[in-house]
């Protein structure tokens, strides 16, 4: 099966992710032998910290990566990770972010050092975002619960149309335990849309492991889930579609334990 990844740090020297152009060739290296096709390059933008001649900065450095990709045959395409805080608003305001290439889609993330906990400023964070007419895909869920996933509050964020990415790093328990459960509880439940790779690095832990994710997961669920998670719905996606929801079958031992 082919892949589309839709976050990385694939654009280097720009943030914490891939330092340099070197690094930046292995690491598309992998991501082909990996069977990706397409990426999105999402640097990290911090509202308060960017000038917009920094945002176009980080579209021309994209382009490069553009150029680089060419001789793996893998497309680039541009976008973001937009850390929601205080200031975010006024960035979205003064155009100090990049969408998912000409979509209405913007990857955002919380603070993962952070419990999010009764707090619902994310909340208020992201509907400023909604009714900017842009729809937030929610980096890394999975990272946020230190406690175990909050399925009340993720059915929440689908219902307001937001869309659930995974990282495939923590899938793999690169993030420890408790991320790693939250992670495969966010497919058990039928609450992920999207597995990506949140490459940092060309070698390691954080490179573009996804056929490594996907023959794993190969394991446990079935074909069309995953070519949902990370194929259609990152098509979907470049498209400007509405994702698609997955059907993650339950076993009867389950269901009967879920009764209880
Ligand atoms: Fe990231």
Not at 6 to 11: E, L, R, S, T, W
Not at 214 to 241: A, C, G, R
Request: hydrophobic share 35%; proline share 3%; glycine share 4%.
């Amino acid at each position: 099966m082919q892949f589309i990844d839709i976050h990385g740090h694939y654009a280097w020297d720009v943030d914490d992710g891939i330092p340099s152009k070197e690094d930046a060739i292995k690491a598309l290296e992998i991501a082909k032998e990996n069977n990706i096709t397409t990426i999105v390059a999402t640097p990290h933008v911090i509202p308060g910290s960017h000038t917009l001649d920094e945002i176009h900065e980080l579209k021309e450095r994209i382009q490069e990566l553009k150029q680089l990709a060419q001789k793996q045959n893998i497309k680039v395409f541009e976008g973001c990770e937009l850390f929601l805080n205080h200031d975010c608003i006024d960035s979205i305001q003064e155009g100090l972010f990049i969408p998912i290439e000409n979509t209405h889609y913007l990857l955002v993330e919380f603070d993962v050092r952070k419990e999010l906990g009764s707090s619902h400023e994310v909340e208020d964070f992201l509907y400023e975002i909604e009714v900017k007419g842009l729809t937030p895909i929610i980096a890394h869920v999975e990272r946020y619960f230190k406690d175990g996933i909050d399925i009340d509050r993720i059915q929440e964020f689908i219902d307001s149309g937001y869309v659930i990415q995974v990282n495939a790093s923590s899938l793999l328990g690169i993030h420890g335990k408790t991320v790693k459960k939250n992670a495969y509880d966010l497919i058990d439940e039928g609450l992920a849309h999207v597995i990506a790779s949140d490459t940092h690095r060309c070698e390691g832990h954080r490179i573009p492991r996804l056929q490594e994710t996907f023959d794993l997961l190969s394991k446990k669920y079935d074909y069309q889930v995953l070519k949902t998670l990370m194929y259609d719905n990152p098509e979907h996606i470049l498209h400007d579609e509405n994702v698609e929801d997955i059907e993650v079958k339950t076993s009867f031992f389950k269901k009967l334990l879920k009764r209880r």
